[in-house]
């Protein structure tokens, strides 16, 4: 990710309009304010992922960013954004209506109709671009949920949010391949997050909702490796699904349920047991998950008769 302007390596006297060129012609057009008072601070920077172009934002001056009929006369290229809160709090207003964000919260906008966000606090901000037909929803039920934060403590949203996160601050260790396949993830995502929100979650390409799903199980999985109990079943139920479509699943993926758990399994082992003083570090969930012995089978899996052991680490005990 590039670094677009750090308030401290740039002069004072030049501050101010550096700042504007960067929000104005790299971002925009926009256009923003502030108190002239009060030193900016901070900084920009913007990466592409794929498609997908994603900015972060990082300033501890309270100011706004907007964009005006006139801007957009200008220059209004065919784009939805997506704002996250990565830390501290944003506001965003558009067609009416304000989304407030907390930290982990998004919403999406319309870059082709005026809007303004604002800061009033330090804030660390992720913003991803996209064209408007990447997002395949209708734009008249996109217009009715613009400047709406999208709920992030239930389904496809409490995914998205730690995912978007993720891509903001990691965005200089992806290769273009496999950016460019993150970003068919990220855009998966945000239109299932968006979709729910809505009430539309139906509505979306089968193949679609199928992808969705299997990345909530995944994320299920991957929470409740610990329990000795977990299997095929249980693993359905919670998504309440039948077990025959979890099978056809992960058949398209090339394994089965209870391979991938075993996979998880070995992987969070891996990860927790390199030498004795481990002990003390590991989380309870990478314990447990290293500790259970599991015997997994196509139709479920059952503790050892013992219960849960730890490994033999070479005769201490």
Same mark, same amino acid.
């Given at each position: 990710?590039?670094?677009?302007?750090?308030?401290?390596?740039?002069?004072?006297?030049?501050?101010?309009?550096?700042?504007?060129? &960067? &929000?104005?012609?790299?971002?925009?057009?926009?256009?923003?304010?502030?108190?002239?008072?009060? =030193?900016?601070?901070?900084? #920009?920077?913007?990466?592409?992922?794929? =498609? &997908?172009?994603?900015?972060?934002?990082?300033?501890?001056?309270?100011?706004?960013?907007?964009?005006?009929?006139?801007? #957009?006369?200008?220059?209004?290229?065919?784009?939805?954004?997506?704002?996250?809160?990565?830390?501290?709090?944003?506001?965003?207003?558009?067609?009416?209506?304000?989304?407030?964000?907390?930290?982990?919260?998004?919403?999406?906008?319309?870059?082709?109709?005026?809007?303004?966000?604002?800061?009033?606090?330090?804030?660390?901000?992720?913003?991803?671009?996209?064209?408007?037909?990447?997002?395949?929803?209708?734009?008249?039920?996109?217009?009715?949920?613009?400047?709406?934060? &999208?709920?992030?403590?239930?389904?496809?949203?409490?995914?998205?949010?730690?995912?978007?996160?993720?891509?903001? *601050?990691?965005?200089?260790?992806?290769?273009? @391949?496999?950016?460019?396949?993150?970003? @068919?993830?990220?855009?998966?995502?945000?239109?299932?997050?968006?979709?729910?929100?809505?009430?539309?979650?139906?509505?979306?390409?089968?193949?679609?909702?199928?992808?969705?799903? *299997?990345?909530? #199980? !995944?994320?299920?999985?991957?929470?409740? *490796?610990?329990?000795?109990?977990?299997?095929?079943?249980?693993?359905?139920?919670?998504?309440?699904?039948?077990?025959?479509?979890?099978?056809?699943?992960?058949?398209?993926?090339?394994?089965?349920?209870?391979?991938?758990?075993? !996979?998880?399994?070995?992987?969070?082992?891996?990860?927790?047991?390199?030498?004795?003083?481990?002990?003390?570090?590991?989380?309870?969930?990478?314990?447990?998950?290293?500790?259970?012995?599991?015997? *997994?089978?196509?139709?479920?899996?059952?503790?050892?008769?013992?219960?849960?052991?730890?490994?033999?680490?070479?005769?201490?005990?």
């Amino acid at each position: 990710m590039a670094i677009l302007i750090r308030t401290r390596d740039v002069p004072p006297e030049e501050l101010r309009d550096a700042w504007r060129a &960067v &929000v104005c012609d790299t971002l925009g057009p926009l256009d923003f304010r502030s108190d002239p008072d009060i =030193p900016l601070q901070g900084e #920009i920077a913007a990466g592409q992922l794929g =498609p &997908v172009s994603v900015g972060r934002v990082e300033t501890s001056t309270p100011h706004s960013v907007y964009r005006t009929p006139g801007l #957009i006369r200008r220059d209004s290229p065919e784009l939805y954004r997506v704002a996250l809160a990565m830390s501290g709090r944003a506001c965003l207003l558009q067609d009416g209506r304000t989304a407030r964000l907390g930290p982990g919260q998004f919403t999406l906008y319309d870059f082709t109709r005026p809007y303004e966000l604002a800061y009033d606090s330090g804030v660390q901000l992720a913003v991803f671009s996209f064209p408007r037909e990447m997002l395949a929803l209708p734009g008249d039920l996109v217009g009715r949920f613009t400047a709406v934060p &999208v709920r992030t403590d239930t389904g496809t949203g409490a995914l998205t949010a730690p995912l978007l996160r993720r891509v903001a *601050l990691d965005m200089d260790g992806y290769q273009p @391949a496999s950016a460019a396949r993150l970003s @068919a993830v990220v855009m998966n995502l945000i239109t299932t997050a968006v979709a729910e929100h809505a009430g539309q979650a139906g509505s979306l390409p089968a193949e679609s909702r199928e992808n969705t799903l *299997l990345m909530r #199980i !995944h994320a299920f999985i991957e929470q409740h *490796l610990g329990d000795c109990d977990l299997a095929p079943g249980p693993v359905a139920a919670a998504h309440y699904i039948s077990v025959r479509y979890l099978y056809r699943l992960f058949e398209a993926q090339g394994t089965t349920v209870a391979a991938w758990i075993r !996979h998880r399994r070995s992987s969070a082992a891996a990860r927790t047991w390199p030498t004795r003083p481990w002990a003390a570090r590991r989380s309870a969930p990478s314990r447990r998950a290293g500790a259970c012995q599991i015997r *997994l089978t196509s139709t479920g899996c059952s503790s050892a008769p013992t219960g849960c052991r730890w490994p033999n680490t070479g005769g201490h005990s």
